[in-house]
């Protein structure tokens, strides 16, 4: 394949094909930076060098009644992970300043919970009109579930400026990650998301188990959606899931191949390397910035990870910028 040509495709308004996007994830080493090159041919066109900063906040952690195999937040899982109910409006609203000292784009309220009960949402929301007050450049983003209509419309009026609800992986591949709900319900989510004109964030989780064909049908399905925003997690299994234990098939090499092929089939969306980013690409990490223009910065919901200070120097070194919130 003449991954110059696709990139040129791509860059003149073509839509890459399943079989190519295929291709990418199939391709070898030997031709890991040209693939690179024609991720970052388009990157640069919508993008340029800049990379937009998140910062996660785990409000409630540990009490999801779900089944994901992946996470450790299910209440499923046997671990030590903390377990609390959702933070008080004043708790949520001092977070928001880590995130701007560390010159955050977006602030991401995280809840582990199958849908926000009514006080949940009336929390998020109190929250989102307070932070929009102190900081109002700072964008909002919360994951808390399966929307409603009517919830989502309330999260929007609130200032709340996206939602995020992963897919995971592909309806194929969803059944062996969790039983509790289907690929539909999370489908339908992000459809309400997109109806009601909050920004959707959906992406998924690579190294499960799926199959390449799996990870491209992850990106079209994506692609279907219109989604505003791709985070892309690699699995990092966790002490007491189920997929503890599962050895990760994952090369760095192949986590920079599945965002490469992100970009290729999303090519105006903003793609962020998310979970998993230091123990799965390790010394290669920069090279990650190619493909994608966002990341999480200082940790995950569960997790620790690189530092600020770290990732700015990383993101510099590379030759890129951060992108400062206007
Ligand atoms: S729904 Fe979210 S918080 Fe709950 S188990 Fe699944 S991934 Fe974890």
């Not at 785990?58 to 009490?63: A, P, R, Y």
């Not at 079209?220 to 299994?237: Q, Y």
């Not at 290729?264 to 123990?279: D, L, Y």
Request: proline share 5%; glycine share 6%; hydrophobic share 40%.
């Amino acid at each position: 394949m003449d991954w110059k040509k696709l990139s040129d495709l791509v860059l003149e308004g073509g839509r890459v094909m399943p079989e190519q996007a295929l291709a990418i994830l199939e391709s070898p080493d030997a031709q890991l930076l040209e693939v690179l090159q024609g991720a970052y041919r388009i990157r640069r066109k919508y993008f340029g060098n800049s990379v937009s900063l998140h910062l996660l906040r785990n409000v409630k952690s540990g009490k999801c009644p779900e089944d994901c195999a992946f996470c450790s937040q299910s209440t499923s899982a046997i671990n030590d992970v903390k377990r609390y109910d959702m933070q008080t409006v004043e708790s949520i609203v001092e977070g928001a300043q880590a995130a701007v000292d560390r010159n955050a784009k977006r602030y991401c309220v995280v809840s582990s919970t199958r849908a926000p009960s009514p006080n949940e949402l009336e929390t998020i929301c109190e929250a989102a009109v307070q932070i929009k007050r102190k900081h109002p450049q700072l964008e909002i983003c919360s994951s808390l579930g399966l929307l409603t209509e009517e919830k989502a419309l309330k999260l929007k009026a609130a200032g709340v400026n996206r939602f995020n609800h992963n897919l995971e992986t592909s309806e194929n591949y969803f059944p062996a990650v969790v039983t509790t709900h289907d690929f539909e319900d999370r489908v339908n989510t992000a459809k309400i998301v997109k109806k009601v004109g909050l920004d959707l964030c959906c992406g998924g989780l690579f190294g499960m188990g799926e199959s390449l064909q799996d990870r491209v049908d992850l990106a079209f399905a994506l692609a279907e959606l219109d989604v505003d925003s791709v985070p892309v997690n690699f699995l990092d299994p966790r002490p007491g899931t189920p997929f503890h234990g599962k050895s990760n098939p994952l090369t760095p090499n192949d986590c920079l191949r599945a965002l490469a092929m992100i970009r290729f089939v999303i090519p105006r969306t903003e793609v962020r390397i998310a979970g998993g980013r230091e123990t799965t690409l390790r010394a290669i990490q920069p090279l990650a910035l190619y493909p994608a223009n966002s990341m999480f910065t200082a940790g995950y919901l569960t997790t620790g990870g690189q530092d600020y200070e770290t990732d700015k120097r990383m993101i510099e070194d590379a030759g890129f910028q951060i992108e400062i919130p206007a």
